[in-house]
């Protein structure tokens, strides 16, 4: 599949993977992802409509759900052209400069899903342990300017991944290990030197473990709080507030943390294991996410149900 393979000229063309063993079965395969985008994309565009548009849900909690809902529409649009091309068109081709700025999206919607995670366990953690000053700590001002500040944040974090990988040079291997365009999967093409790379993507890494730790932390916190409150009830009632959250940070993690897992213990494994847990770290969370919240807030669920019931009528 490589189209050139000498070390004086830089290739034209990056080829993604599909599902290998099922070249033949692509229009079937595409079905499935075609039908998860779609539930994803209507999912969170709901979630969207229904905050911007309701005035009781225009409260931190949802003003951070609406950030994750955001966050997981860029995810989706970031991945969804190479999977479409791949599954329906049978066209794995891609420019550098298209892979690069896919994973550049990629990544830095990763980011900020892994960022609003953190911010709504802190407002969990407000919530439950400082239930008096909630409202006063957490004002939508200041939701907003977190909001932002964190974005910014994210952006210069993955800034530098474009630029330091459009200064690799390219000229033996040309084949990418997923369906879309990922940092280190790139940097592993380069022909010139990628300590930089490695290094930089070592750094980013960290700060997304950091994230996990405060979340982490921010649970051990609330659940001592939780245990000092005497009544039963009154502690499954508190913790049933958490649940949600606690379903999107398990959803979103544990699909990354198996597949650092797998190329770092597995690395003998199938290629078919290691693809499918990235396309899962992909395709699941915007597609779970708006169900969990819609199944769990009552809120939510009772407008989506209301809204239904008058069309039906």
């Known amino acids: 599949m490589s189209t050139v393979n000498t070390s004086e000229t830089e290739i034209s063309n990056f080829f993604l993977i599909g599902i290998p063993g099922m070249e033949s079965d692509k229009i079937w395969v595409s079905i ?30 949802y003003y951070f759900l609406s950030m994750l809902a955001l966050s997981d529409l860029g995810l989706s649009l970031s991945s969804l052209p190479t999977m ?38 802190f407002d969990r953690f407000i919530a439950i342990c400082n239930p008096l000053r909630y409202t006063s700590i957490l004002t939508s001002a200041k939701v907003t300017k977190i909001g932002l500040a964190f974005s ?44 930089v790379n490695v290094i930089y993507g070592l750094f980013v890494a960290l700060t997304g473990v950091l994230d996990l730790t405060f979340i982490f932390t921010s649970y051990m916190m609330i659940l001592k709080a939780v245990l000092s409150i005497a009544s039963q009830r009154e502690r499954l009632k508190v913790l049933n507030t958490c649940v949600s959250h606690i379903c999107a940070v398990l959803i979103f993690y544990v699909p990354i943390i198996s ?38 807030s009552q809120q939510i669920r009772n407008m989506v149900l209301g809204k239904l019931c008058q069309k039906q009528g």
């Open 152 to 195: 910014l944040k994210n952006v210069l974090l993955i800034l530098p991944f474009p630029f330091t990988l459009k200064h690799l040079k390219y000229c033996k291997k040309n084949l990418l290990s997923h369906s879309y365009c990922l940092h280190q999967d790139v940097m592993k093409l380069a022909c010139s030197d990628n300590k």
């Open 32 to 61: 499935p992802i075609c039908l998860m985008y779609l539930v994803a994309l209507l999912g969170n565009c709901t979630i969207l409509f229904f905050i911007k548009t309701e005035p009781s849900l225009h409260e931190p909690m």
């Open 84 to 121: 479409l091309r791949i599954f329906l068109f049978n066209a794995p081709g891609i420019s550098p400069d298209a892979c690069i700025a896919q994973e550049f999206f990629i990544h830095g919607f990763s980011a900020m899903e892994s960022s609003v995670l953190l911010l709504m366990s």
């Open 259 to 296: 597949l650092a897992a797998i190329y770092r213990f597995a690395k003998h494994s199938s290629p078919i294991i290691r693809i499918l847990m990235a396309d899962v770290f992909l395709l699941v969370p915007p597609l779970m996410n708006p169900i969990v919240y819609c199944v769990k």
